[in-house]
């Protein structure tokens, strides 16, 4: 029970199969081409916003850049650095060795002469 074509049934059934490509192609050809347009559409108006900026907003982030510098400024004044924490603890700790061995010296001697 096979299929029998003729040949120029062959050929309308190979015919209206590539004509189904070619249109689903060029179906998701024009999606595609929307979708890049709206793309491109909404990133020319946010680029054109942040062009159109006002005033205001150019002297706020001018101001935010005062503040910046002023912190810079401000910081080694304000913070201790971590090397410099970490020395000066160095050297708390080697006094604080240094008074434990003399007392230890001292606790010594008292127990020798008694």
Do not use: C
Request: no cysteine.
């Amino acid at each position: 029970m096979a299929i029998q074509l003729e040949a120029y049934q062959w050929i309308m059934v190979l015919i209206t199969m590539v004509s189904t490509v070619v249109a689903t192609i060029k179906i998701l050809w024009n999606r595609i081409e929307v979708n890049l347009d709206n793309n491109f559409k909404s990133m020319q108006n946010k680029l054109e916003d942040v062009a159109n900026q006002s005033l205001q907003s150019q002297k706020d982030i001018r101001d935010l850049e005062r503040k910046l510098y002023q912190f810079q400024i401000d910081l080694p004044h304000a913070y201790v650095a971590r090397d410099d924490y970490i020395r000066g603890q160095t050297v708390i700790e080697a006094k604080l060795d240094a008074v434990a061995q003399k007392l230890e010296n001292v606790q010594i001697k008292q127990g020798m002469q008694q």
